[in-house]
Structure formats: structure tokens, C-alpha cells
């Protein structure tokens, strides 16, 4: 693993990248201090052409969201501060939610402000049952950031979403789960072996099938029909083209597992 400032990141030898949040003494918040970090954090993991990859924390809170000690310190500058912080983060974070392989984020406890934007732009977010998300931005007179009113909008519809961020209360990991805030729920001990086994599955499958449903979900609600269908047609006949869709369609004829290589 590549440590920097509380972060720490790699891609692994079978092709998983993982970031790790790990400053658990000051909540895994985010600052200005640990930002650039982040950033490099995922400029590096895509460069590496992930098949997956997996956000996680140390310690017993995710992402506290932003470090609101350093913004008592920055007083009337405030304003710059966010600045500051998001300029740097922002082009990564979009580089990391645009990804074309699946994110899979392990919420093993509390998330709140920036953290609910970076845990629930995952494509599968697993959480333990100790996690509680709490918005937290109207408690401290601040909006939100880091895409958190987007992704939660997203899971759980613009009306609930508002509510959640206007009201401030924790939600914890069953409420988080009816709402589909969250995708699976797990005891504590069992959280880590469940996302193993999710991406594990996930880096089985073939890339490029992966990579065409996740930009049909993502640009589909934007387009109108008929740029839809042809969206469609463009990512099918690039995927028909690969060997993968060859190895797919032998193996499913043959009754056999297909071995998808990436190609």
C-alpha cells in the first residue's frame, strides 16, 4: 500500500484497487491536509485499470465528512477554505464516481457531511450494522458537498433526501437499508468477508459488460428514447467485439463458466 496523510491506496494483483481512509484520530474527516491525498489516491487506482474497487475505513467511524476543527480555525475565511478544499478534491471525486468499473463502498460505521457523498457513490454500498448516517450539514448552517445530496437523492428519492439533510437526525443501517440509501447490511465481523466475496464476483465478470451497464445507468435518465437505444446499440456492438463476448457466449452454449480475461 502507497500512504500518504492518512490515506492509503494500491491495486492488487488480481486487479482490485482499494482507498483506505485511515485517520481514524480525527474521525477520517476531510481537510485540507489529507484532500491532495485523496485525490492522488484515485488518480492512481484508475491509472492502474482496476476490474474493482473498494473504499473502506480504519477505525470505528467511515468519514466523519469535513474536519469542522479547521473550519472554527479558518473564521471569516471560511468561505475560502471551502474553496480550497473542494477545488482540490472535486476533479477527483467526479474522476471516482464517473469510473467505468463497478465501486463497491464498505461503510463500517458512522458517515456524515462530504463522507455520505463519498460512501454512496458507490455502485454497491455494504454497510454494518453499526453504521448511522447522519447528514449533518443543518446542524452546523452549512449545504451540502462532495455530492452528497446527489447520491442520496439518487437512493432514495429528492422528497426523502431533502428531509434527511434538512432535519440532521442519524439514520441508522436498518433505516439506511429500507430507504436503499444502503444495498446489504451485515454484523460488524462479517462486513469485510462479505465485500471480499461481492468483488471477487465482480472481477469474474467481464469488464467491458460492466463498465456499458454502468454508463447506461448513469447518462440513460438524461437522454430521450431514441439516443438511448442508440447508446445502446454503440456499447453492444463494442462489447460484441471483444473476446470476452466470444469466451461468454462458448461457455454458455457448453454449459461451462466462462473465464473472461479483460480482452
Known sequence: MTEMNGIEWNVDGQGVGRIVLNRPE?????????????????????????????????????????????????????????????????????????????????????????????????????????????????????????????FLARRVGPVRAQQWLMLSDPIDAAQCLAAGAVDQVFPAAELEAAAQALVQRLCASAPASLSAMKRLSLEGPALSLQAYLSLEQQLLKACARTADAREGTSAFVAKRAPMFTGR
Open 26 to 150: 480525527h474521525n477520517n474527516a476531510l481537510g485540507p491536509s489529507n484532500a491532495p491525498a485523496l485525490v492522488r489516491a484515485i488518480d492512481e487506482v484508475l491509472a492502474g485499470q482496476p476490474r474493482a474497487v473498494v473504499i473502506e475505513a480504519r477505525g470505528p467511524i467511515f468519514c466523519a465528512g469535513g474536519d469542522i476543527r479547521e473550519f472554527v480555525k479558518a473564521g471569516d475565511r471560511l468561505d475560502e477554505l471551502v474553496d480550497e478544499i473542494l477545488d482540490e478534491l472535486l476533479p477527483g471525486y467526479l474522476k471516482l464516481a464517473q469510473a467505468t468499473c463497478p465501486i463497491v463502498t464498505v461503510v463500517g460505521g458512522p458517515v456524515g457531511g462530504a463522507g455520505v457523498g463519498l460512501a454512496l457513490c458507490g455502485d454497491f454500498v455494504l454497510a454494518s450494522d453499526t453504521m448511522k448516517l447522519r447528514t449533518g450539514y443543518a446542524a452546523i448552517g452549512l449545504s451540502p458537498d462532495v455530492g452528497a445530496s446527489y
